[in-house]
């Protein structure tokens, strides 16, 4: 059989398409991982994104449930009142169902991660530095931050 | 040059070697183009991720929106009712920000595509076949129904 180094590779043509074989599948693989890696991700990602829909949403709605509240305490009718407290509980209960969170903070120490300081009150009811009044209500929606509480603080003696 | 098809590879293996390497890039190719399409895909379905969670929520809220409609009615104290039409409005206008629309569907011809038909009803002004009552108001999310209205259709005469 003869060689004809114009038609067919001498040696030195299979060592480079054996170093390109290893390189293409080398290069193969890595795609294949950050195929994958990045697949696992989007799964996270799309529950993510509902979510933050949701938080967008609920976020948005805190004005309407705020202002539901304030109507609601200018009710003198006892049967009206009940029927508003009632779609009050049930506004609040669906966003609950959904990620909301109240921020529980009157009797505890001042959070300033979660609450707004609007000041000092005589409370003889609490320590010093724990929240004694709750003027706006603050949220979290899955666990994370939405609307910090806006509150006063005791005073020291 | 001697052929020594213990140590160098005949012709025959090279031309095995040219194949595995064109199926190889060609897989690589193959993969390259999947990834790019599915990235595409998800960006896509990231912004309707988002758009689902809202119309779940949303959906849900329905049920609030409607009871808070049935408490206003109910309503005498015209100062306590104009505060809760607002509030209403508000919670309607903040529902349509984000892609809620309510079925238009008085005076229109009855469409069981978006309506529930719940009888028929004497309607002079409206001819028949034509929604001449709207019980419960349907909504769409994102142009999509969500909830179909329940309606009266105009009777034949």
Redesign the interface.
């Known amino acids: ?1 003869m ?1 004809n180094p114009e038609k ?4 030195d ?2 060592t480079v ?2 170093r ?2 290893a390189e ?2 080398n ?2 693989l890595r ?2 991982a ?2 994958d890696n ?2 696992k991700r ?1 799964e996270r ?3 993510a ?6 938080k ?3 976020g ?2 805190l ?2 449930l705020d ?2 509240e304030r ?1 609601l305490a ?4 006892e ?2 009142r009940q ?2 407290q ?2 009050y509980r ?2 609040l209960d ?2 609950c ?2 990620g909301l969170e109240p921020v529980e903070c009157v009797g505890r120490p001042f959070d300033p991660g979660e609450q707004e300081g609007a000041g000092y009150v005589e409370a003889a009811r609490f320590p010093p530095g724990y929240v004694a009044e709750e003027l706006s209500r603050g949220y979290r929606f899955n666990r994370e931050l939405l609307r910090p509480a806006v509150v006063r603080v005791a005073g020291g003696r």
Chains 1, 2 share one sequence.
Do not use: S, W
Not at 49 to 54: E, H, R, S, V
């Open positions: 059989m060689i067919d590779p001498a040696p043509g299979v398409l054996r390109e074989l293409e599948k290069r193969h795609t294949l950050d195929f990045y697949r989007v990602d799309a529950a994104c509902a979510a933050q829909g949701k967008e949403l609920a948005d709605l004005e309407v202002n539901l109507a200018g009710v003198t009718d049967r009206v029927g508003l009632m779609v049930q506004f669906t966003l169902r959904h």
